[in-house]
């Protein structure tokens, strides 16, 4: 059966499924939603928000709002959501949003061009110490096909949750060592993808909000700028020891914060020919990012999309969600079949349980 026509309300269009069975909604929800996350976006004319509103029931709704990453990171969503349940409220109930006044992007890319104009050699510097005797800037991992000339830009996202008992041991070890779930998570997948490749160094690129200045902190852009962080995870030295290396190593770095394409072509003008300007893999910690919203007389979900495409080769991520973390694994299907990615996922989760109850029960 085919689904209602769509009729206007306000400026977004409805389109209506209750005239569909139950199986039959879901399909075409999960059709709209994936055609509204691929519709590729025109730059040049403004990466505006592609916004559908769906009705799925009598009392059931679906919003799906996609926006470029250009404008948007997992800082800015916790904002947009926050700004989303203000102004739903004001409307409801007639009373004043009380939102305060955001930063503006054109004073955030005057400040960051002043410091992109500052004196460097310090933090040249140090790139060139930490990357004289680098790993290979490659992850090396075992693929389940070769290597083609060129990614497609395919991919797929696994999910997968990491239990709460496994969080609350990461942030109990976290809390003795007087660092951060970051550093004991990240450290975890360096132990972990030197299970798979056999090395004990690895240069992992990190995902960092970027926004140094309190007012910043109100800035609905995409600020998120990338620390490399080099992981020296030896099997045989104590875990705690290795993150509270971590947790040295990423201060420093933030300290000398520079992405890899700024330092990149003056360390191979200076004798680092291999130095790249971008790693295919990576690791973020989204502590900042928070879904939880309260609109007035609606009981609200949100659920991410995914879309079959990958930004680089291999980027697992963890986000703080209730008790747990949610966990998610972006990766090229150039490389990678599904099971080999899920069977990768169970076993970082496992080996993240041991590293941190060992830790923790060996004082």
């Not at 559908?52 to 029931?57: A, P, W």
């Not at 990453?69 to 997992?74: E, N, T």
């Not at 909000?209 to 030295?237: G, K, Q, Y």
């Not at 201060?251 to 200076?270: I, K, Q, W, Y």
Request: net charge negative.
């Amino acid at each position: 059966m085919a689904a209602g026509p769509a009729r206007r309300t306000g400026t977004a269009p409805v389109e209506d499924l209750r005239g569909l069975d139950e199986a039959e909604r879901e399909e075409e929800l999960s059709r709209i939603s994936t055609e509204a996350a691929r519709h590729p976006f025109d730059i040049e004319a403004g990466a505006h928000p592609a916004v559908r509103l769906v009705r799925t029931g009598e009392e059931s709704w679906a919003l799906v709002f996609v926006m470029h990453h250009s404008m948007c990171d997992g800082w800015a969503v916790s904002l947009l959501l926050k700004d989303l349940a203000a102004l739903y409220r004001a409307a409801v109930t007639g009373e004043p949003h009380g939102l305060p006044a955001a930063t503006q992007q054109s004073a955030y890319a005057r400040a960051e061009q002043l410091r992109g104009q500052a004196d460097r050699e310090d933090d040249y510097a140090y790139w060139e110490r930490q990357l004289k005797d680098a790993p290979p800037f490659t992850h090396d991992l075992p693929v389940d096909r070769p290597r083609p000339e060129k990614l497609s830009g395919l991919g797929q996202v696994a999910q997968f949750t990491v239990p709460s008992q496994v969080r609350a041991r990461v942030e109990e070890l976290a809390g003795r060592l007087g660092t951060t779930p970051f550093a004991v998570t990240v450290t975890a997948l360096g132990r972990f993808m030197g299970s798979l490749n056999g090395r004990t160094d690895h240069l992992m690129q990190v995902a960092y909000a970027n926004r140094a200045r309190r007012e910043e902190e109100t800035l609905l852009a995409c600020t998120v700028s990338s620390m490399l962080l080099r992981l020296r995870t030896e099997p045989s030295t104590p875990f705690a020891d290795q993150v509270r290396e971590t947790a040295r190593a990423a201060a420093e770095a933030l300290e000398h914060l520079m992405p890899l394409s700024v330092f990149g072509p003056r360390l191979r003008e200076r004798g680092l020919p291999d130095v790249p300007d971008r790693l295919d893999y990576g690791f973020q910690y989204q502590s900042s990012l928070e879904t939880d919203i309260d609109l007035p007389g609606l009981t609200v979900q949100v659920e991410d999309l995914t879309i079959p495409a990958a930004r680089g080769e291999f980027n697992l991520g963890l986000v703080p969600a209730g008790e747990v973390y949610a966990g998610y694994l972006e990766y090229t299907t150039d490389l990678w079949n599904a099971d080999t990615i899920d069977s990768w996922t169970g076993r970082y989760t496992a080996l993240l349980d041991e590293l941190v109850t060992r830790a923790l029960t060996s004082g």
